[in-house]
Nanobody
Framework: VQLQASGGGLVQAGGSLRLSCVAS????????MGWFRQAPGKEREFVAT???????YYADSVKGRFTISRDNTKNTVYLQMNSLKPEDTAVYSC?????????????????WGQGTEITVSS
């Protein structure tokens, strides 16, 4: 599956942004979709996942502020980010593991979109 992310930008602390990731192919509904981020000078980390069966998982650092959702009719996964903090500044990437796999393990994700950059100013 090929992935194309968009929606990044510059936002003030406390603000909101919504990222979108469009996937190619006709079997999108059978893929778990995840968002990961990499801050400057840091390792890439897990942010959120929505499984093909619509179960969601979040990193503790974003729980209660970020919401992942999907629209299978549009082959799109979203990440709604509210109450943004300067520490959310990073390049955000969407990714998918092999079809029908449900996982939050970054190493299992084998399809990656290009990143979209988010900068949160204080």
């Amino acid at each position: 599956v090929q992935l194309q992310a968009s929606g990044g930008g510059l936002v003030q602390a406390g603000g909101s942004l919504r990222l979108s990731c469009v996937a190619s192919g006709r079997t999108f509904s059978s893929y778990t979709m995840g968002w990961f981020r990499q801050a400057p000078g840091k390792e890439r980390e897990f942010v959120a996942t929505i499984t093909w069966s619509d179960t969601t998982y979040y990193a503790d650092s974003v729980k209660g502020r970020f919401t992942i959702s999907r629209d299978n009719t549009k082959n799109t996964v979203y990440l709604q980010m509210n109450s943004l903090k300067p520490e959310d500044t990073a390049v955000y990437s969407c990714a998918a593991p092999p079809r029908l796999m449900e996982t939050t393990s970054q190493g299992s994700y084998d399809s990656w979109g290009q990143g979209t950059e988010i900068t949160v100013s204080s």
